[in-house]
């Protein structure tokens, strides 16, 4: 059975510093790592995803992330956000594996930006 | 290419009515999941399809709930004699048969049952 954990329910941050959404997770099994956006009343966009290779990965809007194996976590961070960026992420996880399988979502961080 | 289409985008019910949602997965995809969202929660898995097959349906509650993907037409998620604690939104994805690493989500259908 796989897991995520999102330990913070929500992030105030002003606008243009840096912020850090984390995101841990537990399986038995090798993973690809994923974090989704949802705006208001909206779908869920991809931010960004970790299949294999370099731990750091760049996504859209100035997203990235950095897989730790060893401490088993997937943390999104941005260096200068914006008041756009307000917005629930949610981390997600499935099972490393050639044929498709569901996704198991953390229960979100909310991100509030201000100015 | 339009991306993951669901409709209804709300749709409001009774209590014993029957609610039927449908998915339209990207061209080209033949794969579709379909997760509930409970309000101030994050999303749960509720069953994987492919075209008229259930591969996955560990996440449906056991009565009332079933879905499809026929061959022809998009899938279905229906709901039978709907309770108030079916209220969520029911969000579809989809991913294509060779390339199965990322699911692209649709908008969601806001299912309200008074």
């Known amino acids: 059975a796989q897991s995520v954990t999102q330990l913070d329910s929500q992030v105030p941050v002003f606008e243009e510093a840096p912020v850090e959404l984390r995101c841990n997770y537990s399986s038995s099994v090798s993973v690809y790592l994923f974090w989704y956006v949802q705006y208001p009343n909206q779908g869920l966009q991809l931010l960004l995803k970790?299949?294999?290779?370099?731990?750091l990965v760049k996504g859209i809007n100035g997203f990235e992330a950095e897989f730790n194996k060893s401490q088993t976590s997937f943390h999104l961070r941005k260096p200068s956000v914006h008041i756009s960026d307000t917005a629930e992420y949610f981390c997600a996880v499935r099972n490393y594996t050639g044929t498709a399988s569901k996704l198991t979502f953390g229960t979100g961080t909310r991100l509030q930006v201000t100015l | 290419n339009a991306g993951v289409m669901q409709n209804p985008r709300h749709l409001v019910r009774r209590r014993g009515q029957e609610a039927r949602l449908r998915c339209s997965p990207m061209k080209g995809h033949s794969h579709v999941y379909w997760y509930r969202q409970l309000p101030e929660e994050g999303l749960k898995f509720m069953v994987y399809l492919q075209k008229e097959n259930i591969i996955d349906e560990s996440g449906m509650p056991k009565e009332r709930f079933s879905a499809e993907f026929p061959k022809e037409g998009p899938s279905i998620l229906r709901i039978q004699q709907v309770v108030r604690g079916d209220s969520a939104a029911y969000f579809c994805?989809?991913?294509?048969?060779?390339?199965?690493?990322?699911?692209?989500f649709g908008p969601g259908t806001r299912l309200t049952v008074l």
């Open positions: 970790y299949l294999s290779g370099s731990t």
């Open positions: 994805a989809s991913s294509p048969p060779f390339h199965a690493d990322t699911q692209y």
